[in-house]
T-cell receptor, first 113, second 115 residues
Framework: GQQVMQIPQYQHVQEGEDFTTYCNSS?????IQWYKQRPGGHPVFLIQLVKSGEVKKQKRLTFQFGEAKKNSSLHITATQTTDVGTYFC?????????????FGKGTHLIIQP | DTEVTQTPKHLVMGMTNKKSLKCEQH?????MYWYKQKAKKPPELMFV???????INESVPSRFSPECPNSSLLNLHLHALQPEDSALYLCASSQDGRRAYYGYTFGSGTRLTVV
């Protein structure tokens, strides 16, 4: 079924380095959401992007929505050990009998102190 | 802590057992969901309960059956499961199930092992 493509699958960084994960779609997205899942935890909603070219910031996190609304990115400045986890983008998918959020495969962020 | 409560947190069951997973939210959300998540994979949507209507993902086998006693409860009944059904089962809710303009609030999940 329709699914956003997310890269990279894994990202190893040294603490203090920046990190970026990308989400791409072949079709125009109405909006996109981002979630963080800590190891052993559950997904936690971070933000949603709706408007073309939108940029939102949460402290060290910067979220962008592409002008064509076909891609999005999450950038973390100066990573900390608390940033460890998997970051998912998600879109609303209608099909297969149930309408709900469909998640990208996620980017697993591993931070080396 | 999350405002979506799931019980039990862990469950081990045999392939001939019948068990139920429970999910409750008191945020007045109008939509609730069940997701299945295997290790290192994204959550996969199984069921949606929105506007008093239950929707089923066509790929979900009939050994899983949801039940919605009221707007704040969504149970998942399990029967004759297979070992490959072992996974983390996540319940979520949102203010409005028709549009993704609201983030989903997830419960802590039930970690299910089928033996």
């Amino acid at each position: 079924g329709q699914q956003v493509m997310q890269i990279p699958q894994y990202q190893h960084v040294q603490e203090g380095e920046d990190f970026t994960t990308y989400c791409n779609s072949s079709t125009t997205l109405s909006n996109i959401q981002w979630y963080k899942q800590r190891p052993g935890g559950h997904p936690v909603f971070l933000i949603q992007l709706v408007k073309s070219g939108e940029v939102k910031k949460q402290k060290r996190l910067t979220f962008q929505f592409g002008e064509a609304k076909k891609n999005s990115s999450l950038h973390i400045t100066a990573t900390q050990t608390t940033d460890v986890g998997t970051y998912f983008c998600a879109e609303m998918y209608s099909g297969g009998g149930a309408d709900g959020l469909t998640f990208g495969k996620g980017t697993h962020l591993i931070i080396q102190p | 802590d999350t405002e979506v409560t799931q019980t039990p947190k862990h469950l081990v069951m045999g392939m001939t057992n019948k068990k139920s997973l429970k999910c409750e939210q008191h945020m007045g959300h109008r939509a609730m969901y069940w997701y299945k998540q295997k290790a290192k994979k994204p959550p996969e949507l199984m069921f949606v309960y929105s506007y008093e209507k239950l929707s089923i993902n066509e790929s979900v086998p009939s050994r899983f059956s949801p039940e919605c006693p009221n707007s704040s409860l969504l149970n998942l009944h399990l029967h004759a499961l297979q070992p490959e059904d072992s996974a983390l089962y996540l319940c979520a809710s949102s203010q409005d199930g028709r549009r993704a303009y609201y983030g989903y609030t997830f419960g802590s999940g039930t970690r299910l092992t089928v033996v």
